[in-house]
């Protein structure tokens, strides 16, 4: 449903820019890209993933091989606040406190007898992104633009007694683009952004685990990495 949402978003900016590049049309606010600050606030849908490579692991003792794969992705909810500070006419910097619900699903499979373990992995993140905003001239109203950016982001719901754990700390490096659409109260932004995972988040040491056959998932992933596709719409 994501990957719809996404291509109908990328269609449709496209398709808007063009149009209103062909006439020109009386500006709505006109001048509220010259304030120095300006704030507002987002909504949006994200689509989380956790990379883990597999090691190909065997149990010494029991001959055990688990194969760790997230094998299912659920929409989840984003929302947040919007502090930008105009740099010049096409360059601007931003922070962005959001917060990120939504669960990763997680198979593991031993490949002799086919057995076959689960996990939900649910996170509630407060991400505070640093992005750089870099904006075309705008042409009666509308104004497309790409982001770039850092974001650190903190799991509040990690688990030690699951079968995977993950430290709750990241780094992500993100990259995107949107469209401002001037409407006659409010700046209106749509924008779609990928984020990608830079640290290790998977959590090595097991030592707090009540159920010691659990670290054999561990060992059998390399590291994690965290992804995120969103989907948000600003208001400002």
């Avoid at 500006?27 to 890209?33: A, G, K, S």
């Avoid at 950016?149 to 995107?176: C, H, R, W």
Wanted: with cysteine; proline share 5%; charged share 20%.
């Amino acid at each position: 449903m994501l990957r719809k949402i996404y291509t109908i978003f990328f269609f449709l900016t496209c398709s808007i820019v063009i149009v209103a590049q062909q006439n020109k049309k009386v500006q709505n606010r006109p001048y509220i890209d010259l304030r120095p600050f300006h704030y507002g606030f987002s909504i949006g849908l994200h689509q989380q993933s956790i990379i883990m490579p597999n090691t190909g692991y065997i149990d010494p003792e029991t001959g055990q091989q688990w194969w760790v794969s997230n094998d299912n992705y659920s929409p989840g909810f984003t929302v947040g606040l919007i502090g930008e500070w105009r740099m010049n006419q096409h360059l601007s910097a931003r922070v962005l406190p959001t917060l990120h619900f939504a669960s990763k699903h997680i198979t593991f499979r031993e490949q002799t007898t086919g057995q076959k373990d689960y996990q939900d992995m649910k996170s509630t993140y407060i991400a505070v992104p640093l992005n750089l905003k870099i904006a075309a001239p705008r042409h009666n109203n509308y104004r497309p633009y790409v982001i770039t950016g850092v974001n650190a982001m903190y799991n509040l719901t990690t688990k030690d007694q699951a079968n995977i754990a993950t430290k709750p700390l990241s780094l992500n490096f993100e990259i995107g683009l949107g469209c401002d659409y001037y409407l006659p109260f409010f700046k209106f932004c749509p924008e779609l952004k990928f984020c990608f995972g830079l640290t290790n988040v998977l959590k090595t040491d097991r030592s707090k685990l009540n159920d010691k056959s659990k670290a054999i998932f561990t060992k059998a992933v390399k590291d994690a990495h965290t992804a995120m596709v969103v989907l948000t719409f600003h208001f400002e």
